[in-house]
């Protein structure tokens, strides 16, 4: 072989290299774009499952500090209405003790006042009867005198008896009678007669009182047993 077909095949040889080097660059390339295609096909499946999955722990979280916070608030709400109520029946328990105690002081006031009238009442009725009495007293002894020397008068009984009831309804009754123990409260002395010792033997003009008030003395006479 001569030097110019060797210089021929050594171009063709390293053209031929030249171009196998080519290819196999082209082909290694074409692999790697391939390769980050699949990192970027990688990557675009799985971040947004990650993204969701996080949004959604992200938006719990907030729903969850939002229910804290709205019953945190309701509490703080109730509590304030529980205080609120505590006072309010405060107040009321205080009214109440002081309505009780007015009513019982009403209640106490009422039933002095009642009383106080009362007697006031039995007051007015007992000057009443006793400026009643007081007037008949003179008919009265009036009508004694005439029986006394008229004891068959039938008429002048009854009107004497029809005095007597009527001075006795309004609670007037008479002192002395014969027979009875001289008691200086409600008999008055005018001398002395033969007869049981301290006993009334004649009574002179007749006494009356209501009730433990005395109107007017009896004029009695007592007894005294004779020395003989």
Not at 96 to 105: S, T
Not at 189 to 217: H, Q
């Amino acid at each position: 072989m001569d030097d110019k077909q060797k210089t021929n095949e050594e171009v063709k040889a390293s053209s031929f290299d030249s171009e196998k080097s080519s290819k196999n660059q082209a082909f290694e390339n074409t692999e790697e774009p391939a390769e980050g295609f699949q990192n970027v096909q990688h990557d675009n499946g799985s971040n947004p499952a990650q993204k969701q999955n996080s949004e959604a722990k992200e938006a719990s979280k907030d729903q969850t500090n939002t229910n804290n916070n709205e019953l945190s608030k309701k509490l703080e709400q109730l509590e304030t209405e529980r205080l609120t109520l505590q006072e309010k029946i405060a107040v009321l328990e205080q009214q109440h003790r002081e309505l009780e105690e007015f009513l019982l002081k009403m209640k106490h006031e009422f039933a002095l006042a009642k009383e106080a009238l009362k007697r006031d009442q039995e007051k007015k009725e007992r000057l009443l009867a006793e400026s009643m009495a007081r007037d008949l007293f003179p008919i009265l002894d009036t009508l004694d005198h005439a029986l006394e020397h008229d004891g068959e008068n039938n008429g002048l009984r009854l009107i004497r008896s029809q005095l007597v009831s009527v001075l006795e309804k309004y609670g007037v009754v008479e002192v002395g009678k014969e027979g009875e123990v001289f008691d200086p409260n409600w008999h008055e002395f005018l001398g002395y007669a033969e007869g049981p010792e301290n006993k009334i033997i004649k009574v002179v003009r007749k006494g009356y009182k209501i009730g433990d008030t005395l109107l007017r003395p009896a004029l009695v006479v007592i007894g005294k047993e004779s020395s003989c």
